[in-house]
């Protein structure tokens, strides 16, 4: 597995900005701690994708926090990504790989147990399971998996694939984060609770002390969640 810090994992499109440029408020998340960065575009077309994720590794680049794209393995070439997240009905992993090669990070997302029961026989580097509240950041025609869903499948996961990094996401903000941990998330995926705040850097900084401080209190340490 490639290491991956997934403590504090924003995820943008341009519909997440409210208007304001979406590479600076990638730089602005970043300054205040996010650890890794998802590009999720289901609109523009491929040209546009490739241009923004290029103009996102140029921001990103010194900072040691890698750019995912959602979905588009071409895209990710294209780009010089850092890898993507798949979900379950897009390319399979294994595909993905041959195309991506052993050095780039891949994700996946986890619905069900047999999701995470799968993972033994796949060859990526974090999972992120959700959604586990409700949100208005993406439409889901699952139903949340609570916080008994998530401690049930990040346990079948853990199994599966001993030292994964396992991440929630889906309505997760600071009232919620440190249940969120508790139920075994070794990082959370966000949207709203990031790049919707006023002052994004001051958001990051937040969830990402609240974040450790949940994890030290798991007994988790940051060293763990980056095999």
């Known amino acids: 597995m490639n290491p991956v810090d997934i403590r504090l994992y924003g995820i943008i499109g341009?519909?997440?900005?409210?208007?304001?440029?979406?590479?600076?408020?990638?730089e602005q998340a970043v300054a205040g701690g996010a650890t890794l960065i998802q590009l999720r575009d289901k609109?523009?077309?491929?040209?546009?994708?490739?241009?923004?994720?290029?103009a996102l590794m140029r921001a990103l680049k010194g900072t040691g926090v890698p750019l995912l794209i959602n979905d588009r393995v071409d895209v990710a070439l294209a780009s010089g990504a850092d890898g993507v997240h798949?979900?379950?009905?897009?390319?399979?992993?294994?595909?993905a790989?041959?195309?991506?090669?052993?050095?780039?990070?891949?994700?996946?997302?986890?619905?069900?147990d047999d999701h995470a029961r799968a993972l033994g026989d796949q060859d990526v580097d974090y999972a992120c399971i959700g959604g586990v509240f409700a949100t208005l950041s993406k439409k889901?025609?699952?139903?949340?998996?609570?916080?008994?869903?998530?401690?049930?499948?990040?346990?079948?996961?853990?199994?599966?694939?001993?030292?994964?990094?396992?991440?929630?996401?889906?309505?997760?903000?600071?009232?919620?984060?440190?249940?969120?941990?508790?139920?075994?998330?070794d990082g959370i995926a966000v949207i709203s609770a990031l790049f919707a705040a006023t002052d994004i850097p001051a958001a990051a900084r937040e969830l990402k002390m609240a974040i450790d401080e949940a994890l030290a209190a798991?007994?988790?340490?940051?060293?763990d969640l980056q095999t």
């Not at 609109?43 to 290029?54: C, P, Y």
């Not at 790989?97 to 052993?102: A, E, N, Q, Y």
């Not at 499948?153 to 440190?178: F, T």
């Open 14 to 26: 341009p519909e997440n900005t409210g208007g304001r440029d979406l590479v600076a408020c990638v």
């Open 43 to 54: 609109s523009s077309d491929a040209r546009k994708l490739v241009e923004t994720a290029r």
């Open 86 to 95: 798949l979900g379950q009905s897009d390319m399979s992993v294994q595909d």
């Open 97 to 112: 790989r041959r195309l991506l090669g052993s050095e780039k990070i891949i994700g996946i997302t986890l619905k069900t």
């Open 140 to 185: 889901n025609p699952d139903p949340p998996v609570g916080l008994a869903g998530l401690a049930r499948i990040a346990g079948i996961a853990r199994v599966a694939k001993p030292g994964l990094p396992v991440g929630a996401i889906a309505g997760i903000d600071h009232s919620n984060l440190r249940s969120v941990v508790e139920a075994g998330a």
């Open 218 to 223: 798991r007994g988790a340490s940051n060293g």
